[in-house]
């Protein structure tokens, strides 16, 4: 879509597809991808969308709007609770998590940060990681966070200790006191 009176790019546009299964392909492989500086995202357009096609200035653009601080996660695997999810980004050291959830049926989620700098470093960061054998597609959220939300930091999410059956990796430990070393550390 261009503006007319400049000439300029509005920072958006639509592509039609003959069928249903091309257009969801474009969908999955092109969200998160970049474009230039920009990075993209694809969407289910509306006929209300192509009839009233909003205004979209280069200012309001996700990657340059200051109150868009929430990370989407695409394609996880139906194994990734919110806890791994969590314990994940944490990892990235990125910024600090305000909120993680996980749309379990639809293989996505949010991970939402403190600020905008930390969210888009963390897009960069872990777009195509693999977690559970799938490569994570990461972009902006949909929507700004809402003014006036509070900020209220998880705390870091550690990975679960596990019991590993080598003798040689308990150092002597007993199961009871490495049991109890796990329960410390939860």
Not at 111 to 125: K, L
Not at 153 to 159: A, E, F, G, S
Request: hydrophobic fraction near 35%.
């Amino acid at each position: 879509m261009w503006d007319h009176q400049t000439g300029h790019s509005k920072g958006y546009g639509f592509v039609s597809f003959r069928n249903q299964q091309d257009a969801q392909k474009a969908i999955n492989d092109l969200t998160g991808k970049w474009l230039g500086n920009r990075q993209i995202r694809c969407n289910w357009a509306t006929k209300s969308d192509n009839e009233n096609a909003v205004e979209n200035s280069e200012e309001d653009a996700p990657e340059n709007n200051p109150a868009y601080t929430t990370v989407y996660v695409g394609n996880l695997s139906h194994e990734v609770t919110q806890a791994a999810l969590h314990c994940q980004f944490h990892a990235l050291g990125a910024g600090v998590i305000e909120e993680v959830t996980i749309q379990r049926e639809k293989d996505f989620g949010f991970v939402r940060y403190n600020t905008h700098e930390e969210a888009a470093a963390t897009i960069q960061m872990a777009n195509g990681r693999i977690l559970n054998g799938k490569p994570m597609k990461c972009s902006w959220g949909s929507k700004p966070t809402p003014p006036g939300t509070a900020s209220n930091p998880l705390p870091p999410r550690i990975q679960p200790f596990q019991i590993l059956p080598s003798a040689a990796m308990n150092q002597g430990y007993s199961a009871a006191e490495l049991l109890a070393y796990q329960r410390q550390l939860a």
